[in-house]
């Protein structure tokens, strides 16, 4: 069935490190992968996405890594700061019923720590 | 462009009652999806809405309904609340298929 799961629940990185978030996928047939920033008592936020056709793509400090091969899917985040610190979500976009494409599936999450 | 927004922002309720939760999509946005978030769950999809039709539902009893309006604005109703309806419930929105969801700051509802 679908899945969509993070190795690393919580994550904690001195400030100005670099943080790598990870995450692993189970539906071959996905083409469209987000990251999701979440801070507490806020809604995702979207940070950055990449289409199955592509294996990198970089956002403002942000990366994104995808290896169809092993179905893995990482965050980059570069001279990580304090205001990085919420959980990020990655989320898959498989097809719903009828063929139509988007029914997102995510992720547990991560909680990133940013330490100053 | 204003953001996705949804009311109440808190919400208390019992055992037994019904609770009808308010989206408004960003403008020009005609696709409305619920989520369901909690602790032990995380984030799971509820349904998705597109010019007024449902087009895809998650696995959740029939107590979880939605529907949308001609102005794109949808509205999710749970009847016979259980405690373990207790959750942070987002909204999303997007312009079409395969386009990027943006979501709302969600609905907390609280079951007691």
């Known amino acids: 069935g679908e899945s969509v799961g993070l190795h690393l629940p919580t994550l904690s990185v001195q400030e100005g490190d670099n943080s790598i978030i990870n995450c692993a996928y189970s539906n071959s047939a996905s083409d469209y992968f987000i990251w999701y920033k979440q801070e507490s008592g806020k809604g995702p936020q979207f940070i950055i996405d990449i289409r199955s056709n592509m294996d990198k793509r970089q956002g403002q400090r942000v990366t994104v890594l995808l290896n169809k091969t092993v179905k893995h899917l990482s965050l980059q985040i570069a001279a990580t700061q304090p205001g990085d610190s919420a959980v990020y979500f990655c989320?898959?976009?498989?097809?719903?019923?009828?063929?139509?494409?988007?029914?997102?599936?995510f992720g547990k999450g991560t909680l990133l720590t940013v330490n100053p | 462009k204003a953001g996705v927004t949804q009311t109440p922002r808190y919400l208390i309720k019992t055992r037994g009652q019904q609770v009808t939760l308010s989206c408004s999509p960003i403008s020009g946005h005609r696709s409305v999806s619920w989520y369901q978030q909690t602790p032990g769950q995380g984030l799971q999809f509820l349904f998705e809405?597109?010019?007024?039709?449902?087009?895809n539902k998650g696995n959740f009893p029939g107590r979880f309904s939605g529907r949308q309006f001609s102005n794109s604005r949808s509205e999710m109703n749970v009847s016979t609340l259980e405690l373990g309806d207790s959750a942070l419930y987002l909204c999303a929105s997007r312009a079409g298929a395969g386009e990027t969801q943006y979501f709302g700051p969600g609905t907390r509802l609280l079951v007691l």
């Open positions: 809405y597109f010019s007024e039709t449902q087009r």
């Open positions: 989320a898959e976009n498989s097809k719903g019923i009828g063929g139509s494409n988007y029914k997102l599936t």
